[in-house]
């Protein structure tokens, strides 16, 4: 379709509704000399639409008329909106409320701030395909987990061997004398500033500049650390996230995390929740996975202790970088253990599902009863 002469695009898509949930116009779709595009996607899919695409030639820079272009369009609190740089994006914030972007019945009569993460500019997005949070640019950062660990006895009171279903290594936090499974909660803060109230605090930063800190409470007095890492603007991960979450139960703030310049996240997770007291794991939708090389036995061990473990993946995790297909989840011994790992894309899915048959992703691979799309 030749648009490259069109002048008004006014109600060019007005009610169109077949319960699509993606639509793309393609990098043909031109609209460099469009003057008009008011109520041009009015009540388009409303309430199935989750994904619309404009495309590399959409170029806004002679409009005049765009009142209403949204309104009633998508599904609410879904819908995003693909533009094809930052300048186009920035275009469409500038006169969102009068698209009605986001503005409606569904929704809200005003327009909020939060509905500009809608709007995506294409070429912030990771390979996952989805759009990626980025944290201002910086050089601070968090350092390298060390792994220092001790091990746990091979033999019980009566000299019989000890068979372990986790690793038989009990991590401490960041080489200091905290062990990491007496921490009952991690959260992760977008302020380096430690509250006064604390039992102890930590430089984590890689520069040791004081610009990532840590620090720790026990408000319930049960001999079990609250722990919090912070960094101003929130956390960004070295590109070494080996055992940065090892030996936990619980994580809060996930999306604080910045993940995108990471390339090993090998033994991550270790042992996550092996203690039984949670059998969930969520990393979100800012958790980036497009340029890490290696995952081995990132999931290792998770869950052990549990009859049941949920694993959510995320939108913006993908195997795409992956240089070899890893041993993501796995356990010593075997197990009566299921689970479900929730995925956001076909790539993802399809992925876990293909290596099960072949390559072994997951050793006693029935740990994954379940992949669904969320």
């Given at each position: 379709?030749?648009?490259?002469?069109?002048?008004?695009?006014?109600?060019?898509?007005?009610?169109?509704?077949?319960?699509?949930?993606?639509?793309?116009?393609?990098?043909?779709?031109?609209?460099?000399?469009?003057?008009?595009?008011?109520?041009?996607?009015?009540?388009?899919?409303?309430?199935?639409?989750?994904?619309?695409?404009?495309?590399?030639?959409?170029?806004?820079?002679?409009?005049?008329?765009?009142?209403?272009?949204?309104?009633y369009?998508?599904?609410?609190?879904?819908?995003?909106?693909?533009?094809?740089?930052?300048?186009?994006?920035?275009?469409?914030?500038?006169?969102?409320?009068?698209?009605?972007?986001?503005?409606?019945?569904?929704?809200?009569?005003?327009?909020?701030p939060?509905?500009?993460?809608?709007?995506?500019?294409?070429?912030?997005?990771?390979?996952?395909?989805?759009?990626?949070?980025?944290?201002?640019?910086?050089?601070?950062?968090?350092?390298?987990?060390?792994?220092?660990?001790?091990?746990?006895?091979?033999?019980d009171?009566?000299?019989?061997?000890?068979s372990?279903?986790?690793?038989?290594?009990?991590?401490?936090?960041?080489?200091?004398?905290?062990?990491?499974?007496?921490?009952?909660?991690?959260?992760?803060?977008t302020?380096?500033?430690?509250?006064?109230?604390?039992?102890?605090?930590?430089?984590?930063?890689?520069?040791?500049?004081?610009s990532?800190?840590?620090?720790?409470?026990?408000?319930?007095?049960?001999?079990l650390?609250?722990?919090t890492?912070?960094?101003?603007?929130?956390?960004?991960?070295?590109?070494?996230?080996?055992y940065?979450?090892?030996?936990?139960?619980?994580?809060?703030?996930?999306?604080?995390?910045?993940?995108?310049?990471?390339?090993?996240?090998?033994?991550?997770?270790?042992?996550?929740?092996?203690?039984?007291?949670?059998?969930?794991?969520?990393?979100?939708?800012?958790?980036?996975?497009?340029?890490?090389?290696?995952?081995?036995?990132?999931?290792?061990?998770?869950?052990?202790?549990?009859?049941?473990?949920?694993?959510?993946?995320?939108?913006a995790?993908?195997?795409?970088?992956?240089?070899?297909?890893?041993?993501?989840?796995?356990?010593?011994?075997?197990?009566?253990?299921?689970?479900?790992?929730?995925?956001?894309?076909?790539?993802?899915?399809?992925?876990?599902?293909?290596?099960?048959?072949?390559?072994?992703?997951?050793?006693?691979?029935?740990?994954?009863?379940?992949?669904?799309?969320?």
């Amino acid at each position: 379709l030749d648009t490259s002469h069109v002048e008004s695009m006014r109600a060019m898509f007005y009610f169109s509704k077949d319960g699509t949930k993606e639509f793309d116009l393609g990098d043909q779709f031109d609209t460099s000399n469009v003057k008009d595009i008011s109520n041009m996607f009015i009540e388009m899919g409303e309430g199935t639409l989750k994904k619309i695409r404009l495309g590399a030639k959409f170029d806004v820079s002679k409009v005049e008329k765009q009142s209403g272009a949204f309104e009633y369009t998508g599904k609410p609190y879904e819908l995003y909106c693909y533009v094809k740089d930052d300048a186009t994006r920035q275009w469409f914030i500038e006169h969102a409320e009068d698209m009605c972007w986001y503005i409606g019945f569904y929704t809200s009569w005003d327009y909020k701030p939060g509905y500009n993460d809608y709007i995506v500019n294409e070429q912030s997005m990771g390979l996952a395909g989805m759009p990626i949070r980025t944290h201002e640019p910086t050089d601070n950062r968090i350092m390298a987990e060390p792994a220092k660990y001790t091990e746990l006895p091979s033999k019980d009171e009566n000299g019989y061997p000890i068979s372990y279903v986790t690793d038989a290594k009990r991590y401490y936090f960041f080489g200091t004398e905290i062990k990491r499974d007496d921490i009952e909660e991690l959260t992760i803060e977008t302020s380096c500033k430690v509250p006064e109230e604390v039992l102890g605090q930590f430089d984590l930063s890689e520069k040791q500049n004081g610009s990532v800190m840590a620090w720790y409470t026990d408000k319930d007095k049960d001999g079990l650390y609250e722990m919090t890492i912070g960094q101003e603007g929130g956390v960004v991960a070295n590109p070494n996230c080996c055992y940065l979450f090892c030996d936990l139960s619980q994580i809060n703030g996930m999306g604080n995390l910045y993940t995108s310049g990471v390339t090993d996240m090998s033994y991550m997770f270790l042992d996550y929740g092996a203690n039984g007291k949670n059998n969930a794991l969520d990393l979100e939708d800012n958790f980036d996975t497009s340029n890490v090389k290696r995952m081995d036995g990132m999931f290792a061990h998770l869950g052990a202790y549990s009859e049941y473990y949920s694993l959510r993946l995320g939108k913006a995790f993908t195997f795409k970088g992956l240089e070899k297909v890893p041993l993501l989840i796995y356990y010593n011994t075997p197990m009566d253990l299921r689970g479900t790992v929730y995925v956001s894309s076909d790539e993802v899915r399809d992925y876990i599902t293909k290596t099960i048959e072949g390559q072994s992703l997951v050793m006693y691979y029935e740990v994954v009863q379940e992949v669904r799309m969320f």
